[in-house]
Every structure is written in C-alpha cells, then in structure tokens.
C-alpha cells in the first residue's frame, strides 16, 4: 500500500495562476480533508470529503475548490492564488471523520510558495 | 480562536528524561487524538483517547483527559533523541471535524 500520496511536493506560482494539488489514497477510505498549516496556527481544516460526490467547507475553504468523483482521489484547487495561500498542504485520509473516533493518515505534504 | 491550544510551545530535555505536553480546548468533544510530526514530512497518529475515557497508554506513550477542565496530557516517558519532533492534539468534535492545536516542538538531546 502506497498509503496517502500527494503531488508535487513542491510548487512556486505567481500571483493570480492557478494549480490543482493531487491527492490519492489506496485505502479504500471514505473520508478524506485538505489542511494548510502555518507557522503557530496548526493546521486548518480547508474542505473534507465523507464520500465520492459530497464535499464540505472546512474553517477555511476561501479560495479553494474540491471535488470527489472517486473514492481514491481528492485534488484540492487554487483558483487564483494569492501570497497569503503560501503554506504547507496536507491530505489525509480515514474510514470515517476524526470526530468520529477514527484516526487520520497523512500525507507528506505539498509545499506551495506564492509570489 | 483555537479550539486546541497546547502548553508548553517548544520543550527541550536530556535523553531518558520524562516529556510532559498539554492541550486545552474549548467546547465538548467525542475524542482527542495525539499525532506526531518529524521536520518535514507528514502527521503520524500517536493515540486516540475517547470523551469517556480518562487514561490511555501505549508503550512509552501515556494520555490522560479530563473533561471537566477540558484538557488533555500527553507523557512520553523515557525520551530518546528519535522523539525530537512536534506533536499536536486533535479534538473530535460531533459532525466529525477534527480540530488541531498549534503543537508542541519537543527536542530530546543526547
């Protein structure tokens, strides 16, 4: 199992572009989340997913779009960056929500500079 | 404002000593998950304590909750220099979100 994988690991993009971060999970898990994290903010929930077809906003959806038509994938798109989207991604992936009782497996994260 | 907010922000300890991290939170909660993250790469789940539990162990690895005042602590006893990481509290909140603190940076010298 290849667990959850995330591409690229790396991205710099320019004011006003636009990029999908992938995400994808062999686990056959039907909850899956986009976080950020900034320095001394922890990370922050930006959209979940509980299924393929229903998404959700998490504390801070601004800015980004999400959809799932499969339960493997999960991309999270910029639809026009900006300088205060810089910060490290996460995808994680579980059974079922981390409210729930069920633990959540990461990412190694996308790394996303805006200049 | 932050649901989880833990205590101490950074900690730094000898090798074999014992490391102790808090995490306060605001509203009720379903669990309370620990998860450890090394420099640069991703969170790894640690533990999962649940809102009626009071005590967890795993390994050298010990969670207490206490509802009433809404926190949580986590003992890593016996450190070694491979614990140097950050390590967050999650709370599991009804609807299913799960909400993490700022972390704590723990390094473990030898």
């Known amino acids: 199992n290849a667990g959850v994988t995330q591409t690229p690991k790396f991205q710099v993009l320019k004011t006003g572009q636009s990029m999908t971060l992938q995400c994808a999970q062999d686990m056959n898990h039907e909850y899956m989340s986009w976080y950020r994290q900034d320095p001394g903010m922890g990370l922050r929930l930006i959209h979940y997913?509980?299924?393929?077809?229903?998404?959700d906003q998490g504390e801070v959806p601004n800015g980004y779009n999400v959809s799932r038509s499969t339960t493997e994938d999960f991309p999270l798109r910029l639809l026009s960056a900006a300088p205060s989207q810089t910060s490290v991604y996460f995808c994680?992936?579980?059974?079922?929500?981390?409210?729930?009782?069920?633990?959540?497996?990461f990412g190694p994260g996308t790394r996303l500079t805006v200049t | 404002s932050q649901q989880g907010e833990e205590d101490p922000q950074a900690l730094s300890i000898q090798e074999g000593e014992n490391a102790t991290m808090n995490c306060s939170y605001k509203?009720?909660?379903?669990?309370l998950q620990w998860y450890r993250q090394n420099s640069g790469r991703g969170l790894v789940h640690l533990i999962l304590i649940r809102s009626n539990e009071r005590e967890k162990h795993s390994g050298r690895l010990r969670v207490t909750l206490d509802t009433s005042k809404k926190s949580s602590s986590l003992l890593i006893t016996a450190s070694r220099a491979a614990d140097t990481a950050s390590y967050f509290c999650a709370t599991g909140l009804v609807g299913g979100k799960l909400i993490f603190g700022q972390g704590t940076e723990l390094s473990v010298k030898p």
């Open positions: 509203t009720s909660i379903n669990n």
């Open positions: 994680a992936s579980s059974y079922r929500a981390g409210g729930s009782g069920y633990e959540q497996y």
């Open positions: 997913s509980v299924g393929a077809g229903i998404t």
